[in-house]
C-alpha cells in the first residue's frame, strides 16, 4: 500500500511542479517582452514655427453702428397714400419716402389763400386810406390784424401739410418699411430705418491700464464673421472722459469707412487697435497650443538615437507664453525658437518622449 501512495504523490509533485513552472516561465516571457515592447509611432502633422512681423495689437470687442442712422417715424396721423421708396434704396438728403392723406389740408388751405388774399387787398385799401385820413387808425389797425391772422393760418397748415409728407433728414439707404399703403399710421409710429453707410463707428471698452497707449487717431482694424478674410482699417475717433467706476473700464469710438457698404450696422465686430507696428514674433498654428492648469504648451519634434543606430522621432511638452492671434496662428512669446517642428494635430494621444511619424495629412482632433 505504501508503495502506490508514495508513486501518487510523487506523480502529483511533478505534475505541479511541471505547471508552476510553465506558469513562471510564461510571466517571465511576457515580462520580458513588455520590456522590450515600443508601441508604434503616432501619426501627426507638424510645422515648424515661423519668424513674422506682427503689429502689436490690443484686442476688444464692439457692435458696429452708422455715424447717422434713424428710425424714421410720422409726425402726424393719417393714412398712408404714397411709398416714394422700394427697400434698399439709397436716398439723399430732403428726399420724400411716404405721404399721408392731406386732402383736407390741402382743401382748408385753399380757402385759406383766398381768405389771405382778399386780407391783403383791404390792406393795401386801407393803407391808402389812412394816407388820406378817410379811415381811423384804430380801422387800419383791424385790418392790418386780420391779415397776420390769416396769414399765421396758411403758415399752420402748410406745416400740418409738411408733417404729413415723411423726408430724410440725410443721405443714405432705406430698409424695409413697416407700414403698407392704406394702412393708418399714428403719430410717431416707426415707418422704415434709414442708415448712412459710408462712415460706421464701433463702441468698444477697454481696462483702465490701456489708457496711456491710446490715442485719437489711432489706428485700429476691424473683423466680422460674415467676411472673415477681410480686414477693415479705421481709427479712434474719441475716447471717453471718465472711467466707469463698476468696470474700470473706458469707453473707446472708432470710425470705420464702408466701402461698398459691405458692413452693416448692428454686425458684432472684432477690434484691434495697433500699439506698435512690424514687431518680431515667433508663430505656429493655433491648433498646436495646449492648455491645461499648468499653463499653455506645445509638442516640439526632435531626434533621438536607437541602440541600433537608427534614429526615431519623438515629442517634448514645452511650456509657453503666447500672445496674440491672427488669422488662425499664434504668436509664442517664451518656450520655442524659430524652425521647431511643431506638432498642430494628432496631439491627443501624446505626451513627452511618444514615438511619432509625420504625416501633415492629418486632421485636428485626430
Known sequence: MK?????????????????????????????????????????????????????????????????HGVDLASEAAGVVTRMHFRAGDEVAAGDEIAS???????????????????????FERDQRLLATKAISRTD????????KDVSAQVERTEAVIARKHLR?????????????????VSEGQEIVTLQSLAMLEVDFKLPEQELPRLAVGQRVR???????????????????????????????????????AALLPGMFVGVEIVVEDDIEQITVEESALSYNLYGDSVFVV?????????????????????????????????GINEGDVIVTAGTLKLDSGTRVAIDNSVQLGQ
Open 222 to 260: 476691424c473683423q466680422v464673421q460674415a467676411y472673415p478674410e477681410r480686414v477693415f482699417d479705421g481709427e479712434i475717433s474719441a475716447i471717453d472722459a471718465k472711467i466707469d467706476d463698476n468696470t474700470r473700464n473706458v469707453l473707446v469710438r472708432a470710425q470705420v469707412p464702408n466701402p461698398g
Open 100 to 122: 399721408l392723406d392731406d386732402r383736407v389740408e390741402v382743401a382748408t388751405l385753399k380757402s385759406l389763400l383766398a381768405q389771405r388774399r382778399l386780407a391783403e387787398i383791404n
Open 302 to 334: 526632435a531626434e533621438r538615437g536607437r541602440d541600433d543606430g537608427g534614429k526615431d522621432l519623438v515629442v517634448k511638452r514645452t511650456y509657453v507664453k503666447s500672445g496674440q492671434r491672427r488669422h488662425g496662428r499664434i504668436a509664442i512669446t517664451e
Open 3 to 67: 508503495k502506490p501512495m508514495v508513486i501518487m504523490v510523487a506523480a502529483l509533485v511533478l505534475a505541479f511542479g511541471t505547471l508552476f513552472g510553465f506558469i513562471e516561465g510564461k510571466k517571465r516571457l511576457v515580462e520580458r517582452y513588455l520590456a522590450n515592447f515600443e508601441p508604434p509611432p503616432v501619426a501627426v502633422s507638424a510645422h515648424p514655427a515661423k519668424r513674422e512681423f506682427w503689429d502689436v495689437a490690443i484686442a476688444a470687442v464692439g457692435t458696429l453702428k452708422a455715424v
Open 168 to 184: 430724410t433728414p440725410f443721405a443714405g439707404r432705406i430698409g424695409i418699411p413697416l407700414v403698407e399703403v392704406g394702412e393708418y
Open 140 to 147: 387800419f389797425d383791424k385790418t392790418e390784424a386780420q391779415l
